[in-house]
């Protein structure tokens, strides 16, 4: 077992993570600030490298917080707390300026104005970006300011001092060794579940997030005694077929169409109208695909460019692959696999305007948190912010106390899942079997009798994990990841059960209560542990200036 003091424990380090270990030691230089990242910190999260726009930011004189904050209700239906999406927009400028001084670029149209582009419901809040080296921009800030990472490790439990965390233990998940970290303060940044379903493509990551993302938050959060929240809103999009790579903002914001397969046009101008092309799919005129041989040269070569340099290089090999040349052939969309994150969507632990979750010293950001559809640019604000706030409470706090009964619950039970006697079950299949389960029951159409039929094979699947086989670090690493995935099933099984309503479309849409009810579901719903049992419970939608309840 390897054992780690320091103040300020970082678990994930994608952007969130890494923007808040910069942050935290920029305002307190002498924090010793410890990263656990799953893979390499190098690469890790959702941007692996590069990035090609902001999707959020009030410009000054163009857009407003206020008009943001129209813009995300529109598009979430209403059910966002208005404190924390108004402070991520209210930041968003000072942002894009501070990330300038980083190098990164912002393109600028011939008059000297940032461009813009046409992404949410109301304003043009999404902010183009050239930025190919984003990530090793962010980790290289941070190693530089003093940030100490330890690569290859998950966060597997939070630790408890009085109420108040105390740390947590990690799984390497390459040895499985354990590693306990000692912290008076503690942030989740370890994003949300990309691996909720099966992708069309039916290899087990090829997703459309980055794969590490297996809920490991939301479980550690849960079991501490915080909520969750957004569990139900199930979110799936149309990438390209078999790569599951983003493309619709990139494309359609430049003037792609989006087209079924009868040449109907669904799509022009916007993206946010996702239920349109599901509707497509459902109706049998799939599948759908974007058009861009209509478009100037000059544009297609812009797509390009952000495609196989800044987005993700692979593109290129990938289109080249199959010789499709966007002057000529149309690039064919498929649905993805279900996911859960307050990135795109509105699942995450809850929290308020400074990040804080219910339990002192803990807080969360980035798509692991649940500021509603927050995307890049609330990963980067919420990572500032925690670390602001982490700083000024590690400064005022007494130290904690690890407690050895804790740890050695954990090094039983791993002890126990590296037994190897009468275990035959490969925890590939299993994890298989499980998101194949999840995308028969808990997905668009919904109804009780699928939640009840969820119920069954939750137990189920309970017992097929004392059957299966470790017989290494990495094994047993999937093992919990699986063990994840299934525990935020059972909270989107029963969030969703809960919400007697339809909203957000294939979202959340119940053959048996069809209707949106903002009558009586004009609320988040919030699912807590207790004994290990969840429970679901109606919490109050927070106005701006009122207190978020967590």
């Not at 199959?322 to 969309?333: M, P, T, V, Y």
Request: one cysteine or more; aromatic letters at 8%.
């Amino acid at each position: 077992m390897q054992i780690l003091e320091s103040d300020f424990l970082i678990i994930g380090g994608g952007s969130a993570g890494c923007i808040a270990a910069m942050r935290a030691l920029q305002v307190a230089p002498d924090l010793r600030v410890t990263v656990f990242e799953k893979s390499d910190i190098a690469y890790g999260g959702s941007i692996a490298r590069g990035m090609d726009a902001l999707n959020i930011v009030a410009i000054p004189g163009k857009t407003t917080a206020e008009l943001y904050l129209e813009a995300v209700r529109a598009g979430a239906a209403g059910i966002v707390d208005a404190g924390p999406s108004y402070v991520m927009a209210e930041r968003s400028y000072a942002l894009l300026k501070e990330m300038e001084g980083w190098g990164v670029t912002f393109p600028k149209d011939e008059n000297g104005q940032y461009k813009t582009l046409k992404y949410h419901v109301k304003g043009e809040f999404q902010t183009a970006m050239d930025e190919p080296e984003l990530k090793s921009m962010l980790v290289k800030r941070a190693l530089d300011l003093g940030a100490r990472p330890v690569n290859r490790v998950m966060g597997l439990r939070l630790l408890m001092d009085n109420g108040r965390v105390a740390g947590a233990v990690g799984l390497n998940v390459r040895t499985g060794q354990l590693v306990v970290c000692r912290a008076k303060a503690v942030l989740i940044a370890s994003g949300g579940v990309s691996r909720l379903t099966l992708p069309n493509s039916g290899y087990l990551y090829g997703v459309y997030d980055y794969p590490g993302n297996t809920g490991d938050g939301f479980a550690m959060a849960l079991r501490a005694g915080a909520g969750v929240t957004g569990m139900e809103f199930t979110q799936r999009t149309m990438l390209i077929k078999d790569s599951n790579m983003p493309l619709l903002a990139i494309c359609v914001t430049r003037g792609g169409k989006v087209l079924d397969c009868n040449g109907t046009l669904i799509m022009e101008g916007e993206v946010n109208n996702i239920n349109a092309m599901n509707e497509a799919f459902t109706e049998g005129r799939g599948p759908v695909h974007i058009q861009l041989s209509h478009l100037p040269e000059e544009k297609i070569r812009e797509i390009e460019h952000i495609l196989f340099t800044t987005e993700r290089p692979v593109n290129e090999r990938f289109f080249g692959g199959r010789r499709i040349d966007f002057r000529k052939q149309d690039i064919e969309l498929w649905p993805t696999e279900y996911l859960l994150c307050g990135g795109h969507g509105l699942a995450g632990i809850r929290v308020n305007e400074r990040a804080e979750t219910a339990i002192p010293g803990l807080y969360a950001a980035g798509d692991v948190a649940s500021v509603a559809k927050q995307h890049l640019t609330g990963a980067f604000v919420f990572g500032e912010i925690a670390a602001e706030q982490a700083a000024e409470y590690i400064a005022n706090a007494p130290d904690t106390e690890i407690h050895e009964e804790d740890v050695l619950a954990v090094r039983e039970e791993l002890a126990e899942r590296f037994s190897a006697k009468d275990r035959d079950i490969d925890v590939r299949e299993l994890e298989h079997k499980v998101r194949r389960v999840v995308g028969d029951y808990l997905v668009a159409p919904k109804n009780s009798h699928k939640f009840e039929l969820w119920k069954y094979w939750s137990d189920t699947f309970r017992e097929d994990f004392k059957h299966v086989a470790v017989h290494n670090g990495h094994e047993l690493s999937k093992l919990y990841e699986v063990e994840n995935i299934l525990l935020c099933a059972d909270c989107s099984a029963l969030a969703g059960d809960f919400r007697k309503e339809s909203r957000w479309g294939e979202c959340h849409r119940r053959s048996d209560y069809p209707l949106q009810d903002d009558a009586n579901w004009h609320c988040h719903v919030v699912i807590k542990m207790k004994d290990n049992h969840l429970n679901a419970e109606k919490v109050r939608i927070s106005e701006l200036g009122e207190e978020v309840s967590l």
